[in-house]
């Protein structure tokens, strides 16, 4: 990257001639162009090491978006774009290539803005799929040197020409798709501990899904500190079917469940329990980790299993409920809803959480619990929120030192006056 500096105001602007309005426009401009090259560096190198594991946040999109004040949509963009322009590594280290490097170079000069960078990356996206790869290299540096000097529509003629070139006889008709059956559901498991859902849904069903869906994957309204729901709308659904599927296994009448949210059968030593380091088992669920264990374990039934170095049980415990109905209903008045300032989540769509884990010792008391919705329980065991119990016996949460450099205590008053 060629070294820019930050060029310097004169004092008096207004007296300034035209060429030097001109020079100092065009140096802003390619010194705004080289920051956003660097900050892609460093939303690549936070992608390659998983926003998860070092913020709590799912995906590296919504940790930008948090930290820099932006939209989804927003910071979406940024980072789409820093992960195709430069290098990322993958789970097992190995490097992952730039999807344009050489749009990257001329991006790192300060020559290329953002707009003209997503053209050439939209432009490289229509490229057919069986174009060699050398073709492909000839045709990105093509619209890279371009980019230097040109404005939109010169791209968009010459992406015409380049897919006149590589592409002379246009997309391969599809065949018509095959008609759907009336109902049809598949779930599997996939390699990499994920699950994979499928379906087909008649008219009737299909509506009924939706409307379940809908009422539960509204985005949660901006809080009060003027922070929103930041998840894309498939997100939002994924978390609406987890709380249907939590409302329908607390059903008293459910089959097999009697009422219990979910049966934990840890697999490993409770040392491991307690530091989080090892994997778990849920009932038919196959491999955690123990750090997502000690999650699920905040408002379900624990059965301790303790292995020897073999696999063999030395010990099962005994079942325990964690918390009582009336301990649930007490937290349901005291809390009313998920405690994190600002969320509107209301009791029956929350987790009774642990602020002293069970396994390290905390007592199953209210002066150790508090109700926080999925998405804030998962932020608090994952991410860099801590949540305490003040003197007057409410809970109070401390943000991250990146967000509040003071890291104030917050409350959540939108569920009482």
Known sequence: MSETFLPELPQELWRAGKLELAHGVRQFLQVMRVACA????????VESRGAKDLYGYGSTITWFADVAGLSFGEARSVVNQAIALNPTRALDGSEVAAFAPATAAVAAEGLVGHERIQQILDILGRIPADTSAEDRECAEKILATLARDAGPRQLAKAEQDLLGWLDPDGNEPKDPEPAEPRREVTLERRKDGFWKLNG??????????????????TPRPVDEFGQADLRTKPERQGDAWAELLDLAIACPDQPGTSGYRTLVHVTIGLDEL???????????VGTMTARDARMAACDCLMLPVVLSAAGEPLDVGRLRRFVTPGQRR?????DGGCAFPGCHRRPKNCHAHHIDHWADGGPTDLRNLVLLCGFHHRLIHHGDWEVRMAPDGLPEFIPP?????????????????
Do not use: F, M, V
């Open 274 to 284: 307690k530091t989080g380091l090892g994997t778990a088992c849920l009932d038919s």
């Open 401 to 417: 030192q990146y967000l509040d450099p003071l890291r104030r205590t917050r409350r959540n008053t939108l569920h009482h006056t």
């Open 330 to 334: 007490a937290l349901n008045i005291r």
């Open 200 to 217: 087909l849904l008649d008219d009737e069903l299909g509506a009924r899904t939706a409307a379940a869906l809908e009422a539960y994957a």
């Open 38 to 45: 660097g900050l892609g560096r460093y939303l690549a190198e």
